[in-house]
């Protein structure tokens, strides 16, 4: 079976442009979540997706991060315009009922913002 | 709200010896604490899963304690080898929420 897939699994932008990342849960998942991880706050959840709804996004940090989840398949997590402070590694991860329950995370997306 | 604290120093175990990391919390007791390990590069992996009505949990060489009166989980590598070199996360959840600490590197030295 494929685990979560992310993509990119680099990326290098400047500053105020717009980052798309991409996130493939594991078939049959119905919960996805999106987390931010650096040295300094370690990691951090930004919102979860529950069967494609997004049930927290209090960890999102501004409005100009959003997170969409349109099918069962798929999900995105946006950044416009970005900065500087952004840069981080961003990772989506799944499971099956639940913050209780194990989740299976992808490999991240590295972050750079220049 | 509610803070994890895992040791941010390194800690570096004899190969053969058994390593025991610790995750402490303060506030509300978790329903669930989960440990994973996150090698560099790469998301972190599910280890095990313990509730809140229970004590210990064991999987092969790995053991999970917890003490909701200490408000502290402990997890043990037993017989460790230089491949459980890794950072060990620990994680709380309750009612919903989940928080993740910044874990613990762990170095077997062969």
């Known amino acids: 079976d494929a685990g979560v897939i992310q993509s990119p699994r680099h990326e290098v932008t400047e500053m105020g442009q717009e980052v798309t990342l991409r996130c493939k849960p594991i078939?049959?998942?119905?919960?996805l979540f999106w987390y931010r991880q650096t040295m300094m706050r370690g990691l951090e959840l930004l919102i979860y997706f529950n069967n494609n709804v997004p049930i927290d996004d209090s960890g999102m940090p501004e409005d100009r991060f959003s997170a969409k989840m349109p099918n069962a398949s798929f999900s995105t997590l946006k950044i416009q315009p970005s900065e500087p402070r952004d840069s981080a590694v961003y990772f989506c991860?799944?499971?099956?009922?639940?913050?209780?329950?194990?989740?299976?995370f992808g490999d991240g997306t590295r972050l750079s913002i220049l | 709200s509610q803070k994890i604290e895992q040791n941010s120093e390194a800690l570096n175990i004899q190969e053969g010896k058994t390593a025991t990391l610790t995750c402490n919390y303060t506030n509300y007791s978790p329903a669930y604490l989960q440990w994973y390990r996150q090698d560099p590069g790469r998301g972190p992996v599910f280890l095990l899963l313990i509730r809140e009505n229970e004590k210990e949990k064991r999987k092969e060489r790995l053991k999970v304690t917890f003490d909701t009166t200490l408000k502290q989980s402990l997890f043990h590598i037993t017989a460790s080898q230089p491949a459980d070199s890794a950072t060990y996360l620990c994680a709380l959840a309750r009612d919903d929420k989940i928080i993740f600490g910044k874990g613990t590197r762990l170095h077997i030295l062969p």
């Open positions: 991860a799944s499971s099956f009922g639940g913050t209780r329950q194990p989740q299976h």
């Open positions: 078939s049959g998942h119905d919960y």
